[in-house]
C-alpha cells in the first residue's frame, strides 16, 4: 500500500479526492485527507477506507506525523502554506503535488529535492495547470514539425455558462471573488507585440481588450495579465515576436469593469472611514465630486463621461445594486475594493443551480518553409451546479492525474517541477477527454 | 560668539546664508558653513568672517566635530539626512532648524528634546513652510474674533514668471523635477468636502482641477494634495466641513499633464528594457498599442480620445519634443517617470535669465454670529534669475529668520516644533515683508 495525504477539503479539493477514491484500490493506495474541518472531509468523501482526518496545518507535529510513512502528500491549502509542508515532505523524502504557483521559497528548495530523488509538482491544476498541458503540446508539436514559434497567445476565464447568465456582466463569481477584484491591480502590465515591448498601467488595462471569437460559444473579450512575459522561457519562447496572456470576460465586462477602476472604488490600500455604516451608494459617492443637489448617478455619468445612450454599460452598472440604499453591511471599516466585494457579492454569487464555464485559448502564429501559419487550440468546460463547478473539476482533475504518475513512476524529472514535459502534458491531457475536457484545434 | 552650523549649501540655501551673514556681526555670531562641495560654499558666502568648511556628512565624527559648542545647527541637506545630525544635536544640546517635513524618526525624539529644553524646529520653508504661518495667522485671527472656521483650502504653485513665459504649458521646472513628475503618485488623494471624505485615485487627479482667480495674475488651476487631511489637528481643524490643500499650475496644465498620467509615462515602479537606446517617440510609443503603419501621433489621440481639434492640448504634448527621433541619453535603462523627467528637462529647465513664481492661496469659510463669511489670503512673490529664484528666497529666509527667533530667545515652547504659533508667524511673516513677501488679504 502507498499512503497518500490530501490536506485541504474545501471547493477545490471535490474532484481530486474523489479521482483518488475512485483509483485507490486498482492501485494500493492508502488515502487520508486531513483538514481543519473534519465534516468537510467526511462530506467529501465517498469510499470508507479513506481515512478522514481533522488536522490544524500549524501544529508541526501534527502534520510531521500524519505525513509519516507516505509517498505523496497533496496540499490543496492556500498557497502560503505550501512551504512548511513542502520541508517536511523534504526531510522524510516524500513527493509533493500542488496546483498552486511555483513560489520563490519552493524554488529555493529544487536542488535538495533533486537530491532526494524526488518530484515536487507545482502549478498542475486549471490556470496555472491546463494551460501549461496544453500550450507546451501546441508549442512542441509545432516545433517538432520544423515550426518556428512568431507569436504567442493565451487566455482563460472562468465564467457562468451561457443559460444560467442573470445579469447584464453575463459574470458571476466562480472563484475568490477578491481575486477578481483586484485582477490588474499592483503595477504595470507588460507584454511583448510584434517585437515590442509594451506596457499599459492599470488604469487602461480593462480599456486594452482583444475581442475573440470561439466557434459554438460567441465572443470573449481579453485583457492582459500582469505579467505576460513570466512563461517565455519556460515555454522556450525567448525569440517570440508577440506574447500576450490574458483573462476571459463576456463582451462589455470591461468597459463597465473600468467605471470600477477609474473610481478608485477597486483601491486595496487604505480603510475608507466610517465604511461600516455605509449604503451602497455612499459609497459611489465617495468617489464622486460634492454637490449639494445633483444626484450621484448623473454626477458618476459626467465624472465618468458615460453618454446618455449607453445603455448597455449603464444596465450593467445599475444592476450590481450600487446606487442602492441598503448597508454594505461590513462589521468593520474595510477598503475600496473589500466593501466593492461585498457589494456584488450580493448579485454574483452561484445559485444552487447556476453552472460555470471556463474557456481557455490558444493562439499560435509560426513559420515554416518560410510561410507564416496558425493555429487555434480551445476548451470550453461546464459545471454541474454550484457544488460540482467546472473550474473545482479542471483544478482538481489535472492534479489528480498527476499524482498517479508520480506514483505509478511514470515521471522520470526531478526537482520542483511545472508539468510542461510530454511526460506530463501527453497522458494528463488524454486522460482529462475521458472527462470531457477536450481541446479543438483549428488551422487559420 | 554664538556658533551657527549650516549644512548644505545648494540652492535652497542662497538666501539663508545671506541672511544669516548680513545679521552675524550685530547678533555676534560665528558663522560656519559646510558642504560635500568646498567651492560651493566659498561661492555662497559673502563674509570674509564666515567659515567655509567641506565635509562628508556619512563621517559622523567629523560631524560632531564641526558642531560641538554650536548654539544652533541648520540642514539643508536632503531630508533623509537631517536625522543623523538631529541625534548628534540632542547628544550635545543643541538647536536644531530645517525647512523638511518633520518625519516620523524626528518626532520620535519630542520627549527628549523637550527634556533638554532644546527647540528643533521642522517645516520652516514655504511649503511646508510659509503656507503654515500664514494660515495659522489667518486661521488664528478669525477665531480670536469669535469666528468659527468650517472651510479651509490651501494651494501652492511654483510656476514661472508671465512674462517668462515660451512654452503653452506655462510652466518650467522651479525646484526638484522628480517631485514634479510624481506628484500625486504613491495612493489615493484623500480631502473632506462639505463633511463628506472624498477620495480620489491617481488616474484621476490632474482631472478633478479647481480654478481660482488672483487679482492682476489671472486664473490657476489647483489639483489635490496627496493627504489634505494630514494638518487638520495641527492647525485645529477637527470639525471643518471642507478641507482641501493642493497645488496650482496655469490653465490647461492638468489636462495635458494627465495625458502622461494616462499613458503611464509616470510610472516609477520598474525600469524599462532598452530605455537607454530609446528616442523620446520610442518611449511614448511603448505605452501604445501596436500598429504596423498608424503614426504615434494618431494612435496617442485615438487611445486617450483627445479630439482632433483640441489644439490647446495638442501644442502642449508637441511642444515637449515626445515626437522626436531625438535619443534621451540616459546611460542606463530607467524607470519611465526618469525618462519622462529627462525628456521635460530639455524644454523645461530655467534660462539664465528666468525668473520664477511662487503663488500661494488661502481660502477660509468660517461662521460668526450665525453668518457665513469667507476670506482670501494670497501671495505672489518672484524670482530674481534661475539662481536667485523666488524658490530659493521663500524656503531660505523663513528659516532664517526662524534662526534668528531661537538664537535670540523669542521662542519659548520645546521640542520637535512647527512653525504654527503666534511666536513664529507674527515676527517671520512682519519680517518677511521687508522683502516683498507680502500676503493680501480679502474679504468676501
Known amino acids: 500500500m502507498k499512503k497518500i495525504v490530501v490536506f485541504g477539503a474545501g471547493l477545490s479539493a471535490t474532484y481530486l479526492i474523489s479521482y483518488l ?51 505523496l502528500v497533496v496540499s490543496m491549502l492556500p498557497a502560503s502554506l505550501h512551504i512548511n509542508i513542502a520541508k517536511e515532505c523534504l526531510s522524510q523524502s516524500i513527493h509533493l503535488a500542488t496546483a498552486s504557483y511555483l513560489s520563490e521559497e519552493m524554488k529555493e528548495l ?20 491546463i494551460d501549461h498541458l496544453s500550450a ?27 443559460d444560467c447568465v442573470d445579469n447584464p456582466w453575463e459574470y458571476k463569481f466562480t472563484w475568490n471573488p477578491r481575486n477578481v477584484v483586484l485582477a490588474g491591480s499592483g503595477g504595470a502590465v507588460k507584454f511583448i507585440h510584434k517585437g515590442q515591448y509594451k506596457f499599459i498601467p492599470y488604469h487602461r488595462v480593462f480599456r486594452r481588450t482583444e475581442v475573440v471569437s470561439i466557434d459554438n460559444y460567441g465572443k ?27 483573462t476571459f470576460r463576456r463582451l462589455g465586462f470591461s468597459k463597465a469593469w473600468n467605471c470600477f477602476v477609474q473610481l478608485g472604488a477597486t483601491d486595496d490600500s487604505y ?50 445594486g450600487i446606487f442602492s440604499e441598503e448597508l454594505i453591511g ?8 473589500q466593501l466593492l466585494q461585498c457589494i456584488l457579492e450580493k448579485k454574483w ?3 444552487e443551480s447556476d453552472r460555470d464555464m471556463i474557456v481557455m485559448w490558444h493562439n499560435v ?74 481541446f479543438k484545434e483549428k488551422r487559420l
Open 271 to 320: 480603510l475608507l472611514p466610517h465604511s461600516k455604516q455605509m449604503s451602497h451608494r455612499d459609497f459611489i459617492n465617495t468617489f464622486l465630486p460634492f454637490h449639494p443637489t445633483d444626484s450621484i448617478e448623473l454626477k458618476l455619468k459626467s465624472y465618468l463621461g458615460i453618454d446618455q445612450d449607453d445603455i448597455y454599460l449603464w444596465e450593467k452598472l445599475e444592476s450590481t
Open 21 to 71: 477514491e475512485k483509483n485507490a484500490e486498482a492501485y494500493a493506495w492508502d488515502l487520508q485527507i486531513a483538514d481543519r474541518d473534519l465534516a468537510l472531509v467526511k462530506s467529501k468523501c465517498r469510499s470508507s477506507k479513506t481515512t478522514c482526518i481533522e488536522i490544524d496545518i500549524s501544529d508541526s507535529i501534527a502534520v510531521r506525523k500524519l505525513i509519516s510513512g507516505s509517498s
Open 220 to 246: 470573449f473579450e481579453g485583457y492582459a495579465n500582469r505579467d505576460s512575459l513570466k512563461y517565455r522561457e519556460t515555454y522556450g519562447l525567448e525569440n517570440v515576436q508577440t506574447m500576450y496572456r490574458g
Open 349 to 351: 454569487s452561484l445559485k
Open 365 to 438: 502564429t509560426y513559420l515554416k518553409n518560410g510561410e507564416a501559419h496558425g493555429v487555434e487550440s480551445s476548451l470550453v468546460c461546464k459545471g454541474q451546479d454550484r457544488q460540482h463547478t467546472a473550474m473545482a473539476q479542471t483544478v482538481g482533475l489535472p492534479l489528480a492525474i498527476g499524482c498517479k504518475l508520480i506514483l505509478t513512476n511514470q515521471i522520470s524529472d526531478r526537482g520542483c517541477l511545472l508539468p510542461i514535459k510530454p511526460e506530463f502534458y501527453t497522458p494528463i491531457l488524454k486522460e482529462l477527454e475521458e472527462y470531457s475536457i477536450v
Open 110 to 129: 529544487d536542488s535538495e529535492v533533486k537530491e532526494n530523488d524526488l518530484i515536487f509538482l507545482n502549478e498542475c491544476g486549471l490556470d496555472p495547470g
Open 136 to 162: 507546451m503540446k501546441l508549442l512542441d508539436g509545432i516545433r517538432n514539425e520544423g515550426g518556428e514559434i512568431t507569436e504567442f497567445e493565451s487566455f482563460t476565464g472562468g465564467l457562468i455558462a451561457p
Open 330 to 337: 461590513l462589521d468593520k471599516d474595510a477598503t475600496p475594493a
